[in-house]
């Protein structure tokens, strides 16, 4: 009997769940109904034992429950579908977009390149764009008159007391003087913001453009510490697979003194346009910070050591979206700006 | 500096593929910037040196000619319009197949095929420079020089690889061809050949008397002389001029050649002056005097300063040490003896001077660099030699040498554990000495741990052990170095408060629907004045003045750049908003709605003799159109957009009690405006621009704008937040209509509900402003929506109606206010 009450109500369940609202009464007589095919076992129990009686009366209870349920449940449903008497929409209709904004490119790069560098200990710091001499040049092993100089062209700002020595700074190193002038080692510091050149604007350069330093002064940082941040970063922000290579360079703030070259991320290294077709991306300008510029702060250039390394946002950000020109970013043309958000 | 592998090649056999050459000079710090190939695209078997056989009238033109070429292997016919060849002219010829520049189309190549000119068959050409991609020249044909191996390829004759270096300023010692090889020698293990330079021959018993005066060695360390007689002008050999071509010299004649080749050479600029214009037996270095002239080569005269240095005579100045030489003594084609000059100058004086003048050239360029003193006697030597081995002249390599500024070489204590300590990794010790040995630094000691190295005098660049370590690395190799990360480290927060704060603000003027924009920070007074909208001084009150003060102090006399790029940005901004009102009015051009901007950025603010104040404002503005949800649906911007805004930022901030009041500034429409305070401290002003200042900035719709001052915002941000439970009991709401005066500020009334309601009145908002014909002059409408609630129990509908009554009651004998029905 009681296999008998389980393919009864597995049968009934099975139709009921594609009877339509007209059909629905018609259902309920045929199995709950006082005709219907549970009544018709319940009758049947009188048939039985009097030990089986009470165990057969319990399932075809619970039976009757479950019918009844389903029947409520499947009734509603059904209401529902056919008071809802809906017109279709085309879903292929523009959804209303909510009107957002979004954030300069040069800002999201900036922040990654923070995040990264945050990441291992780098804390970010500001430094004035309008410097003195004193900071922009001298500090950093750059005595006036050094052929050096002409690797920056300056603006200098107009300052009748101190005439020549205030100007807008050409690089963010300036930083790097300032930061250890105050702080003893250990180092660790980005200084990210805006730098000027007195330079004509074309499709790769930038009269105005930001850079971001760093600098890791200790008693025990080398070229190799030096080389496995930027391989670090490069990582993080152009993919797993990407290798650094250094080559030798100069700058009179650094000694030994290197340029950094990232394997391209467009071709992986076998050549293409972005990459001039030799498979390296010119990255950025580093070395060990120059024991003169660690004596001028007072740092015993014996016992720490340290590296620095600058490189272009602009650039960066380039790199990453496929700019092929600097001038975009200070047109603010929202056109070019919100392909990035 | 070019450096043609022909020649580099005469005192180094590298043989390396032009590409592999570029890459190891590039890693050793001597950067290759370009490669160039002469002569690529000349087929070998295609282009030959031609002679000239004969040359035959064309039967149908006056203007064209045929000659017949004798390319080795053949004699051909050809047709051309050249004006410039005669029988006996070596020629560049080319036969059909050849791929030449089309001289007469669009500069790309032309893949010569056989033609009939004007009915004449022409089986090949005769080529100018420019369509052998020699040069700009198309006038005539390139006549190459007379010993022109006829039947030569002519990319053999004239072709070659030619790298260009971007020096750095610590490598001058590579602004010349020997030192280059020198580089190229150490990092291809391969041997040096400098050029022999035997004896002069010089048999002529009588040579003048000659003294050198250097008035103060800082001025000239050295100064040397040469003397050349029995001059035989001419050009000078093919293999002289195709070096100098290649390095980008234009050969002359031998004379002035051969000081061109030893300058590139050797890295000695030489100065030939005519013998016998010179004064009084005697040359030397001094300082111009107050007012002293001099009329240069160029024909100018100069008016000189003690911060110039001359070459004077024993008659007066005769050249502009180290830049130009004066007329008085300009060699020339009389000229029958030349008194050659090697000498070295103070290189911060060449080079004030140079700029100062705008007079820079080859040679100036090397002496505003380094050059070492030792480098003149070598020059003077090779230029001799030179000039008797061509036939040019002969003389007397060093006829005088004055040298009071000699030093000593520069030795270095090196202890070798510096580089494992500034590298990363340690190298045995016989590379460390190899490697520095082949940048010829010699070992003069070595105790083990440390070694005593000297540098070659070239290399002024090296004073000290980091530079030495530098060396190491460059011959070994900077791919070495292995990739580790610094150990230890700096305990403590990597994100500063301000940058925590800067990307809140920025976040939320995102989510707002403000994309944001940097501009530059470079204007000028009158640009950012015109954010005043003309003379508005009258419109400003005292809450404006601050405002003035605060965000808009145009009247300030801005930062001034000494050297502006343009007119335009000649200063330093002290507000941002004039920039971001131009970025609206451009974006506005093509974008009909949504154009919300904003900028955080530093502005400017003058400090006396100090550097400025370095001040960050948030600036956002926004144009009339914004979008509502919908297609195509719009609404215009307003006030109170700004103000929501602005009140958003302080929440985030939690600043939870801050005034609103109207303010009067000519930037902002006067009704229209406010700010926004907390206690004393000025956190906001914003409202719509005025009409004035708009149409200064080309805006043609309405515009709002809000100015931020985000550090006052941080001094006074809360970022704690308290938890308060959530209400058990029901709310009850009820709505109030009143009408009251039309100055009367919605802010009172809040405050009175509130006070008259008591604790019972959980919150106040106003839902509606009415402004019309159903309210009497004067007058305008108001509702709000007051919330009743207790925390400890339900409300009854009677306490709420006493407790309404009672607000209304408070309202009407407070303020005037009617019920609105
Ligand atoms: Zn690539």
Known sequence: MQDQIEQLVARALEELAGTPAADLDDWRRRYTGRSGELTGILRGIGKLSAGERPLAGQLANAARQRLESAFEDRKTVVEAESSADVEAIDVTLPGYRPVVGGLHPVTQTLRDIRRVFANIGFRAVDS????????????LNIPRDHPARDMWDTFFVDNPDRPGEMLLRTHTSPAQARVMEQTDPPIRIITPGRCYRYEDVDASHEATFFQVEGLAVDTNITMADLRGTLEYFARALFGEDRR???????????????????????????GCRVCGRTGWIEMLGAGMVHPDVLEGVGYDHRKYSGFAFGMGVERIAMLRYGIDDIRHFYRNDLRFLRQFN | ?????????????????????????????????????????????????????????????????????????????????????????????????????????????????????????????????????????????????????????????????????????????????????????????????????GSPRDDRAVIPELAIDIR???????????????????????????????????????????????????????????????????????????????????????????DDTIIFDGGGAVALAGVMGGLNSEVTETTSEILLEAANFNQTRIRNTSRGMGLRSEASRRFEQRLSAETAEY??????????????????????????????????????????????????????????????????????????????????????DADLVEEVAVMIGYDAIPSTLPRGGVVGSVVSEVDHRDEIVRDILAAAGYQEIITYTMSNPERLRRVLGGDGADAVDAAGARVGERFLP????????????????????????????????????????????????????????????????????????????????????????????????????????????????????????????????????????????????????????????????????????????????????????????????????????????????????????????????????????????????????????????????????????????
């Open chain 2, 216 to 306: 103060d060695p800082e001025l000239s360390s050295r100064y040397a002389a040469a003397y050349l007689h029995d001059l035989t002008v001419a050009p000078s050999p093919h293999w002289m001029q195709r070096r100098l071509e290649a390095a980008g010299q234009r050969p002359i004649n031998n004379l002035v050649d051969i000081t061109n080749f030893v300058m590139l050479e050797t890295g000695q600029p030489l100065h030939a002056f005519d013998q016998q214009k010179l004064r009084g037996g005697v040359i030397g270095v001094r300082p111009a005097e107050a007012g002293e002239t001099l009329r240069t080569l160029d024909g100018q005269d100069r008016k000189l300063t003690p």
């Open chain 2, 554 to 821: 145009v009247q300030l006399e801005p930062l001034k750049l000494v050297n502006p790029l343009r007119a335009e940005e000649d200063s330093l901004r002290t507000t941002a908003l004039g920039h971001v009102l131009e970025t609206l009015a451009a974006n506005l051009r093509f974008a009909d709605r949504d154009v919300g901007l904003f900028e955080l950025a530093k502005t400017f603010i003058p400090a006396g003799a100090e550097l400025p104040e370095e001040r960050r404002v948030l600036t956002a503005v926004v144009g009339q159109q914004l979008s509502s949800p919908g297609w195509d649906q719009r609404r215009e911007a307003t006030f109170f957009d700004l103000k929501g805004l602005a009140e958003l930022l302080l929440r985030r901030f939690g600043i939870a009690s801050s005034d609103t009041a109207p303010f009067r500034h000519p930037t902002f429409q006067a009704g229209r405006c406010a700010t926004i305070s907390a206690g004393d401290t000025l956190l906001a002003a914003f409202g719509e621009v005025s009409p004035a200042t708009r149409a200064l900035s080309d805006i043609d719709e309405p515009a709002w704008a809000l100015l931020v001052d985000v550090d006052a915002l941080l001094s006074i941000a809360d970022h704690a937040r308290q938890f308060a439970v959530l209400p058990r009991f029901p709310s009850v709401v009820q709505d109030v209509s009143i009408v009251v005066d039309l100055d009367s500020q919605a802010a009172d009334f809040v405050d009175a509900i509130q006070s008259a309601g008591g604790e019972v009145v959980e919150s106040v908002s106003l839902v509606d402003e009415y402004r019309g014909d159903q309210v009497a002059a004067g007058k305008r409408g108001l509702t709000f929506s007051i919330v009743y609630r207790d925390a400890l129990r339900t409300l009854t509908d009677d306490e709420v109606a006493t407790r309404h009554a009672k607000i209304v009651r408070s309202l009407e004998a407070r303020f005037g206010a009617t019920l609105r029905v």
């Open chain 1, 128 to 139: 004035p764009e309008v410097e003195w001499d004193e900071y922009n040049f001298e500090k």
């Open chain 2, 379 to 464: 020059a003077l030597r090779r230029s001799v030699h030179l000039a008797e081995e061509i036939g040019a002249a002969r003389g007397v390599d060093l006829w005088e040498d004055a040298y009071p500024g000699r030093t000593e070489p520069v030795v270095i204590e090196f202890p070798l554990s510096e580089v494992p300590r500034l590298l990363g990794i340690e190298f045995p010790r016989e590379r460390v000495i190899d490697a520095l040995e082949r940048a010829y630094f010699e070992i003069e000691a070595d105790d083990g741990d440390t070694i005593r190295v000297k540098a070659p005098d070239w290399r002024g660049d090296v004073t000290m």
């Open chain 1, 244 to 270: 650094i290579r250094i080559r030798g360079s100069y700058f009179p703030f650094t000694e030994p003194s290197c340029e950094a070259e990232m394997s391209c991320h467009v071709c992986g290294g076998d």
């Open chain 2, 1 to 197: 500096m070019k450096v043609p592998l022909i020649w580099l090649r005469d005192y180094v056999d590298v043989q390396v593929p032009v590409a592999e050459l570029a890459r190891r000079l590039t890693d050793a710090g001597i950067e290759v910037e370009a490669v160039e190939s002469i002569g690529a695209s000349w087929d070998r078997d295609r282009v030959f040196v031609g002679r000239i056989v004969s040359i035959d009238p064309h039967p149908n033109a006056d203007r064209l000619t045929l000659p017949t070429v004798d390319f080795g292997a053949e004699q051909r016919r050809v047709v051309t319009g050249a004006p410039n060849i005669k029988v006996g002219d070596r020629v560049p010829f080319a036969t059909e197949g050849a791929t030449l520049i089309d001289a007469h189309g669009d500069g790309g190549p032309l893949v010569l095929k056989p033609a009939k000119i004007r009915g004449v068959e022409s089986s090949g050409m005769v080529c100018s420079a420019l369509e052998l991609g020699l040069g700009e020249d198309h006038d005539g044909i390139l006549i190459l020089p007379e010993d022109a191996p006829v039947g030569t390829p002519l990319v053999d004759y004239l072709g070659g690889d030619v790298i260009e270096l971007d020096l750095k300023p610590d490598r001058s010692d590579c602004l010349s061809m020997i030192g280059v090889a020198r580089v190229v020698a150490g990092l291809f293990e391969l041997p040096l050949k400098l050029p022999e330079l």
